[in-house]
T-cell receptor
């Protein structure tokens, strides 16, 4: 089944404790993105990747890192999480540029930083 | 930067009625997409309409695009309880990055 998976689905952590949210897709998609969704602010892009070893900043990249060592995986790293990073995070993938191709979204990761 | 903005923010209608939501954007675009999100879950792509298209259908969905007014509408006909969700339009900004609006929350009343 074609899908995007994220882990963990729920995470409660403390300020400053490094964490990684994994994302994997099995559709051989070139493009992958990370978004955060906050009430009243909608969906905002954090980082995106057009291919292996190619990543670029989205609208809200501060406090986040990503890597794309393999085509199928695109982990999101929070080196020193802060409470303002409490949010619902989504990974997404697409065959090509996101403005031209439909994106497939993962189920989301709800992160709480205390 | 806010590109696409949906209107209304929230909409409640009776099951069986048609639901219409609108999206306005600021800069010229190549494509506009609509997505649906069930509560707390990932977005699901509904339809993509290109700038040279005026109308597109998919099942009970009808999307229109008016590039002169920089607006699009999503019509859901004969609504069902399962249509209860948030609906987002997505366009590209000046840097060709995709931007999502804040969404319209649709509630179908039994």
């Amino acid at each position: 089944e074609a899908q995007v998976t994220q882990n963990p689905r729920y995470l409660i952590t403390v300020t400053g404790k490094k964490l990684t949210v994994t994302c994997s897709q099995n559709m051989n998609h070139e493009y992958m993105s990370w978004y955060r969704q906050d009430p009243g602010l909608g969906l905002r892009q954090i980082y995106y990747s057009m291919n292996v070893e190619v990543t670029d900043k989205g609208d809200v990249p501060e406090g986040y890192k990503v890597s794309r060592k393999e085509k199928r995986n695109f982990p999101l790293i929070l080196e020193s999480p802060s409470p303002n990073q409490t949010s619902l995070y989504f990974c997404a993938s697409s065959f090509g540029p996101t403005q031209e191709y439909e994106q497939y979204f993962g189920p989301g990761t709800r992160l709480t930083v205390t | 930067s806010q590109q696409g903005e949906e209107d209304p923010q929230a909409l409640s209608i009776q099951e069986g009625e048609n639901a219409t939501m609108n999206c306005s954007y600021k800069t010229s675009i190549n494509n506009l997409q609509w997505y649906r999100q069930n509560s707390g879950r990932g977005l699901v792509h509904l339809i993509l309409i290109r700038s040279n298209e005026r109308e597109k259908h998919s099942g009970r969905l009808r999307v229109t695009l008016d590039t002169s007014k920089k607006s699009s509408s999503l019509l859901i006909t004969a609504s069902r309880a399962a249509d209860t969700a948030s609906y987002f339009c997505a366009t590209e900004d000046r840097d060709d990055k995709i931007i999502f609006g804040k969404g319209t929350r649709l509630h179908i009343l039994p």
